[in-house]
């Protein structure tokens, strides 16, 4: 079944979440991490979206974004480093890994032998400064509450630093 959860406007800042499918820790690895934050710097060069705000955990990813057509962005973003991922994931020879990703691929996903990411992103259209302010300390705070790091802008995976002030 495919995801109710749309960008209703063309304009705006939206938080989204993408997530490994049933949460299977995969970022455990630099190089893993390193197509995340490469494919977000390409898609910013090729204006897909705007990154205001991000981080990367060990099985998901939170954004804050804006950008003209949100749904293809995010679409193609997920596509490519899906892609990737596998394809480093097998020269890894992480045959357990691998094996997740196709049990738990949807059935009616019949283009691939894998499926990496969960269905649908749940854009939720941020409205105002108070919601704003609330979004991004949840992403910067998201590797504190689970205890990686005392303070969020120790963790490597995260724009928390870009948001210190001096």
Same mark, same amino acid.
């Given at each position: 079944?495919?995801?109710?959860?749309?960008?209703?406007? %063309?304009?705006?800042? @939206?938080?989204? %979440?993408?997530?490994?499918?049933?949460?299977?820790?995969?970022? %455990?690895?630099?190089?893993?991490?390193?197509?995340?934050?490469?494919?977000?710097?390409?898609?910013?060069?090729?204006?897909?979206?705007?990154? =205001?705000?991000?981080?990367?955990?060990?099985?998901?990813? =939170?954004?804050?974004?804006? /950008?003209?057509?949100?749904?293809? /962005?995010?679409?193609?973003?997920?596509?490519? %480093?899906?892609?990737?991922?596998?394809?480093?994931?097998?020269?890894?020879?992480?045959?357990?890994?691998?094996?997740?990703?196709?049990?738990?691929?949807?059935? @009616?996903?019949?283009?691939?032998?894998?499926?990496?990411?969960?269905? /649908?992103?749940?854009?939720?259209?941020?409205?105002?400064?108070?919601?704003?302010?609330?979004?991004?300390?949840?992403?910067?705070?998201?590797?504190?509450?689970? /205890?990686?790091?005392?303070?969020?802008?120790?963790?490597?995976?995260?724009?928390?630093?870009?948001?210190?002030?001096?």
């Amino acid at each position: 079944m495919r995801s109710r959860y749309k960008f209703i406007e %063309t304009e705006g800042l @939206y938080f989204i %979440t993408a997530t490994v499918v049933q949460w299977i820790p995969v970022f %455990t690895n630099e190089k893993y991490f390193k197509v995340i934050m490469e494919s977000l710097c390409f898609c910013q060069k090729q204006n897909k979206f705007n990154v =205001h705000a991000w981080v990367i955990l060990e099985n998901h990813l =939170h954004l804050i974004i804006s /950008g003209c057509d949100l749904s293809d /962005g995010m679409r193609d973003f997920k596509s490519y %480093t899906a892609k990737r991922l596998i394809t480093l994931i097998k020269e890894d020879r992480k045959a357990w890994l691998l094996n997740q990703l196709s049990y738990y691929r949807l059935r @009616y996903k019949t283009q691939s032998q894998y499926q990496f990411w969960q269905e /649908g992103v749940h854009p939720q259209l941020i409205k105002d400064e108070a919601m704003w302010a609330q979004k991004v300390d949840y992403i910067h705070q998201n590797p504190v509450t689970r /205890g990686y790091v005392l303070n969020p802008e120790d963790w490597k995976y995260s724009s928390a630093r870009d948001f210190i002030e001096i």
